[in-house]
T-cell receptor, first 115, second 114 residues
Framework: GAVVSQHPSRVICKSGTSVKIECRSLDFQATTMFWYRQFPKQSLMLMATSNEGSKATYEQGVEKDKFLINHASLTLSTLTVTSAHPEDSSFYIC???????????FGPGTRLTVL | AQSVTQPDIHITVSEGASLELRCNYSYGATPYLFWYVQSPGQGLQLLLKYFSGDTLVQGIKGFEAEFKRSQSSFNLRKPSVHWSDAAEYFCAVGYGGSQGNLIFGKGTKLSVKP
């Protein structure tokens, strides 16, 4: 149980375009979803936390107008990278949890490359 | 503030040898502690977790970890390493209530030599 999927697993886009990444909880209702960014050979950096039906809470230094997060249902959250630039190239990982749990369940990640 | 320290950036062990990966945390309350493994280009897989109770916890793939409150440590161990264990290992501490907020260490890369 507690499976989280991400789509796409890999995406290449041109500079200036927008890219949407989906995160789905397949067998549970995720009241909270987290979005992380991971640079090569580095740890995960939390970008934002989203609760279903409300606005995401962004970590300090993360541009909320650039990284749009939507958590419209209990099984789906999306991260849209707007006007992507090469420096946005990274590995994006989502995770999900539900009320009363003390752990997160991670998706397999999305590799974004901006040319 | 909460923090997690993994002092070893890269460790190399021989296949069949024992392994210990270190993790120290800073947290004011009783922590929830996790170890994750990440293979190249992959997401995170949970190896084991500690919430309460027995301080020695068993995980998947033959891993175990021991919570030592006096040392603020949660070291990961495996008695005999296999080549397939080569990966990046992350220690994490949970905080902030029931929604599972996590802080990650910087990770330890494990290489296994034949």
């Amino acid at each position: 149980g507690a499976v989280v999927s991400q789509h796409p697993s890999r995406v290449i886009c041109k500079s200036g375009t927008s890219v949407k990444i989906e995160c789905r909880s397949l067998d549970f209702q995720a009241t909270t979803m987290f979005w992380y960014r991971q640079f090569p050979k580095q740890s995960l950096m939390l970008m934002a936390t989203s609760n279903e039906g409300s606005k995401a809470t962004y970590e300090q230094g993360v541009e909320k107008d650039k990284f749009l997060i939507n958590h419209a249902s209990l099984t789906l959250s999306t991260l849209t990278v707007t006007s992507a630039h090469p420096e946005d190239s990274s590995f994006y990982i989502c995770s999900a949890s539900w009320a009363s749990t003390n752990e997160q369940f991670f998706g397999p990640g999305t590799r974004l490359t901006v040319l | 503030a909460q923090s997690v320290t993994q002092p070893d950036i890269h460790i190399t062990v021989s296949e069949g040898a024992s392994l210990e990966l270190r993790c120290n945390y800073s947290y004011g309350a009783t922590p929830y502690l996790f170890w994750y493994v990440q293979s190249p280009g992959q997401g995170l897989q949970l190896l084991l977790k500690y919430f309460s109770g027995d301080t020695l916890v068993q995980g998947i793939k033959g891993f175990e970890a021991e919570f030592k409150r006096s040392q603020s440590s949660f070291n990961l161990r495996k008695p005999s390493v296999h080549w397939s264990d080569a990966a990046e290992y992350f220690c994490a501490v949970g905080y902030g209530g029931s929604q599972g907020n996590l802080i990650f260490g910087k990770g330890t890369k494990l290489s296994v030599k034949p």
